[in-house]
Structures are given as structure tokens and as C-alpha cells.
């Protein structure tokens, strides 16, 4: 049996970039990690407590909180690459 799997170009660019962001990534101060339904910034002196597992990686969109890192500036550069950037997906119609 043969299944044929379609993606859209432009999910089909996110999943590579996503993937590109993976290879690449280290944990480092400034990731978001999610402990008992809270975010938490990592710090110098809570790194010690997480891995790479733990790290949260967000969805771009409204009100989202985005680590203040590598991360933040490597999601500002993919939305540029479709000319959006962070304030894009303010007051989008529901």
C-alpha cells in the first residue's frame, strides 16, 4: 500500500526550519521551560536543573511569550523571510 503524504509549501518550510533549529540547538540562558503549568526562564542559577527535553520551543502568534535568545532572533528571521515579524499576528480576524 502506497500512501501519499501533501504538505503546503509554506509548512513544509516550517518543518525543515524547525528541523534546521533542532540540529543547531543547545540549551542556554533565556529558554523557556514549563513547570507545573508555568513558563520558566532559564537562569544561571536554575540551569543546572534542565535539559534539552525540557526546553519549551512556542508558536508564533499573539500574545506569546518568546525566549529572550538565539531562539527569538532565529524565529524573527524565518518570519521575516515571508515579510512578517511579531507584531503580525496582531488583531488577525477571527
Not at 506569546?64 to 499576528?89: G, K, V
Amino acid at each position: 500500500m502506497l500512501i501519499r503524504v501533501t504538505f503546503s509549501t509554506p509548512s513544509l518550510v516550517g518543518v525543515f526550519n524547525i528541523a534546521k533549529l533542532l540540529v543547531i540547538y543547545i540549551i542556554e540562558l533565556g529558554d523557556l521551560i514549563l513547570e507545573n503549568d508555568f513558563i520558566v526562564t532559564i537562569k544561571p542559577e536554575n540551569m543546572h536543573k534542565y535539559s534539552l527535553e525540557d526546553v519549551v520551543l512556542p508558536l508564533p502568534g499573539n500574545k506569546i511569550q518568546y525566549p529572550n535568545n538565539f531562539t527569538r532572533d532565529f524565529y524573527a528571521e524565518i518570519l521575516a523571510e515571508d515579510d512578517l515579524d511579531f507584531a503580525s499576528f496582531e488583531n488577525l480576524p477571527k
